[in-house]
């Protein structure tokens, strides 16, 4: 069972404490090179480093290495009574020494971050509390950085509006480019794995999970730009790539996190659109593909979901498309993955399916006793962890996070943030502000001297483009409506448009029934000059035929905004193409715009 030393409180408070510089033991177990021997080369001294290490862990260790958790709190050593109650430990700190973990996983939302000084050393506290627990193998510490709808660290870091932003864009150098500089403000913060990019090829304008997370609808245009993030992360930035959620999660209605999605692509329809992504991803050299928890049929019609069907993951991950690396799990803690089976049994599945990597275990204790007790019943072999393990501890040394699992706090500021950086950014989003619509040559419109209204959603949104417009003169109301106003809140947005000369209105996610199609109607009934932006979704437009212009930004993140004030204003002419059709709202399947389509001036 799991290791409880009776010194534990004591050595985890020793290990906090080492958070500037640390080398653990188990970068020692890399041999010594005898002075008559030649150099061995890079692949050769990684596999003597696994096989060494591998020889002097437990099996509990192993096990451990299968795991990526998650705690609460800023620190390592803050204790927090959620992580009590989920793992029997108060602190970070106090979990990795219990469990120790094969890595470990940032949120936000769950008061990891605060700034990136902080979140280094965050990074370095758990590191120093890998380091004094069992094996003092460094963990993989990882987040979901994806940019634009998924971002988990805000300003300071730079900040870029997206996959399908860049698909707009349609530049491989502009998406590399955007993972390099991602990947290295992350490497500086000590984690050493993104779990991006998102590989899947959204074809359904009503998914509602993937959507902008997606590069396009064209499989060519994913993979390319797909490839191009995996080689700006591991290349040129040094960090893991992670390409998700295979086997393609871009045809669904259905949200993975509370249901269980149903792909009914053919095997056809898969090996022509979901499967390229992934091809390109490992052609690049992709260190990690993390599974969905979708059904395919076609793949495997058991039911299971992907991450647990070895049909899927070993069969077409593995052996179809040939991919040697990590294969990790997306969070176990999700709906689509927990309803057919307990939490224990989901991690001895997954295992048997070919898995590697646990994310987010909803009940780690019952997940770790599981795969004991699969273990001790002869159900999975050591031989079968190993395998895992082996895989896990190369890519650990491949990217450094054996010999540097740590950071200088100190330094973390002289990367993050950088102007080069944020000016790369600009430039990179400019060229992907898409104007879809613009009849009766509605735009550009001035706005100095003029008084503006902003209005719809996001109200942090909202005040990011009033700060825009404001700096290029105007004077500037923000009123925020939110995705559904209240038919007294659409009366006021209008009453307060009659009464501008500008009103630029913001939609997210809009529908037949949406309230905010009335908001939109209610605000271009008036006089004022009306500019409509969606700020996440490109099929806004389909629902809004009455409007003279339509601009789409695929994202609510500062740079997009400040893009989309300059395109309103003529400062810079609209370069972005959809990376999507736009369909009519008739059901027909007509083409309302398609692929490609794209206005300047």
């Known amino acids: 069972m799991l290791r409880r030393p009776a010194h534990r409180a004591a050595a985890v408070a020793a290990a906090v404490a080492l958070t500037a510089t640390l080398t653990p033991a188990a970068a020692s177990a890399a041999p010594d090179q005898g002075a008559g021997d030649a150099p061995p080369g890079k692949e050769r001294l990684a596999e003597r480093y696994v096989d060494r290490t591998l020889e002097s862990m437990t099996l509990e260790e192993k096990i451990g290495q299968l795991f990526i958790l998650f705690a609460y709190g800023p620190a390592a050593d803050t204790a927090d009574p959620r992580n009590t ?38 990074s370095n506290g758990l590191q120093a509390a890998a380091a004094d627990a069992g094996a003092g193998i460094p963990m993989l510490i990882s987040t979901d950085q994806e940019q634009g709808l998924v971002t988990r660290i805000g300003s300071p870091a730079t900040l870029f509006p997206g996959n399908m932003a860049l698909g707009a864009g349609r530049s491989a150098k502009d998406t590399r480019r955007a993972a390099a500089i991602t990947g290295q403000e992350l490497l500086a913060m000590g984690i050493h794995q993104n779990n991006a990019p998102d590989a899947d090829v959204n074809v359904n304008p009503d998914n509602p999970v993937i959507g902008v997370r997606s590069f396009s609808s064209d499989p060519d245009l994913v993979s390319q730009l797909t490839a191009a993030a995996v080689r700006g992360y591991q290349d040129d930035a040094g960090i893991v790539a992670t390409a998700k959620h295979f086997p393609g999660h871009g045809d669904t209605a259905t949200d993975s996190h509370t249901g269980l999605p149903v792909i009914t692509h053919t095997l056809e329809e898969w090996q022509r659109i979901d499967a390229p992504p992934f091809e390109a991803a490992i052609a690049a050299g992709v260190d990690s593909i993390m599974t969905a928890h979708i059904v395919v049929p076609s793949l495997d019609d058991s039911g299971d979901p992907a991450t647990l069907s070895k049909k899927i993951v070993t069969g077409q991950l593995r052996e179809a498309l040939g991919f040697e690396g990590v294969i990790v799990t997306d969070g176990l803690e999700m709906a689509a993955v927990r309803q057919k089976y307990g939490d224990g049994e989901v991690a001895v599945r997954a295992i048997e ?8 275990p909803a009940d780690p204790p019952a997940a770790y006793a599981a795969l004991e007790q699969a273990l001790d019943s002869g159900r999975l072999t050591e031989e079968r962890i190993d395998e895992s393990v ?111 000369d500008v009103t ?98």
């Open 85 to 122: 109650k989920m793992y029997g430990e108060a602190s970070a700190a106090e979990i990795v020494d219990e469990y120790e973990p094969g890595g470990f996983i940032l949120f936000s939302a769950r008061d990891n971050v605060t700034d990136p000084e902080q979140v280094a050393t965050l």
């Open 504 to 601: 630029v209105v913001l939609t997210n996610g809009v529908t037949a029934t949406s309230r905010q199609k009335q908001l939109v109607a209610a605000l271009d009934a008036t006089d004022s000059h009306l500019v409509v932006a969606g700020v996440r979704n490109p099929y806004d437009i389909n629902q809004l035929p009455g409007v003279d212009n339509f601009i789409a930004t695929y994202s609510y993140a500062a740079p997009a905004l400040a893009s989309l004030a300059k395109v309103i204003t003529g400062e810079i002419e609209p370069q972005g193409k959809l990376p999507v059709d736009i369909y009519t709202s008739d059901g027909s399947g007509a083409v309302l715009y398609p692929f490609g389509h794209g206005l300047g001036w």
């Open 353 to 360: 399916a070919g898995v590697d990597q646990l994310l987010l």
């Open 390 to 500: 082996a895989r896990i501890l190369k890519m650990k040394y491949d990217q450094g996070v054996i010999k540097r699992p740590t950071v200088q706090v100190d330094k973390v500021m002289n990367v993050v943030g950088r102007q080069g950086s944020l000016r790369a950014a600009e430039k990179i989003t400019d060229r992907t502000t898409t104007l879809v619509r613009n009849e009766n040559d509605a735009l550009p419109v001035s706005v100095e001297g003029k008084t503006v209204l902003v209005t719809g959603y996001g109200e942090v949104t909202g005040r990011t483009l009033a700060a825009e417009l404001t700096a290029r003169g105007a004077a500037v109301t923000t009123l925020p409506t939110g995705t559904a106003p209240s038919a007294g809140l659409i009366d006021q947005a209008a009453a307060a448009a009659a009464q501008h």
